[in-house]
């Protein structure tokens, strides 16, 4: 089986070269952005099963490339992980109207992070159940 493609969207170095290490790790096949120009061809050129969506992001916000991404019917079916340092109240049902599948606020632990991705990427329950 062909390892799924996890497109990160980061533009702290360090935490990029965090995740791409803990993601590779774990067998996932990664592609890093750090500007949100640059985000949706990246999306379009390598075709992500999740994509880790840092909010506070150059150019154009994580926030605003959530809502792009599921308004655009070829990528509306892509899991994003909305990963924030600003995690305010009301902070996550904003990025979750927005479109995001999950949540997670820094600092992010391996296990918290490997936990959610696991769950986005399960497939859907009942999903293999024969109906008669």
Do not use: C, H, W
């Not at 935490?15 to 949100?36: C, K, P, R």
């Not at 605003?64 to 599921?70: F, G």
């Not at 995690?87 to 479109?99: L, P, Q, S, V």
């Amino acid at each position: 089986m062909e390892p799924k493609r996890i497109l990160v969207v980061e533009d702290d170095l360090l935490n990029g070269m965090f995740y791409q290490a803990v993601l590779e790790a774990n067998d996932f096949t990664v592609s890093i952005v750090s500007d949100g120009a640059y985000v949706m061809r990246r999306v379009k050129e390598f075709r992500p099963d999740l994509i880790t969506m840092d909010i506070q992001i150059p150019s154009i916000s994580g926030l605003d490339l959530t809502e792009m991404l599921n308004a655009d019917p070829q990528f509306r079916d892509i899991s994003i992980l909305a990963i924030t340092a600003f995690a305010g109240k009301g902070e996550e049902a904003r990025i979750r109207k927005a479109g995001a599948s999950g949540y997670l606020a820094k600092p992010v632990s391996i296990k918290r992070l490997m936990a959610e991705i696991g769950a986005l990427l399960a497939p859907a329950a009942g999903a293999n159940d024969d109906e008669g």
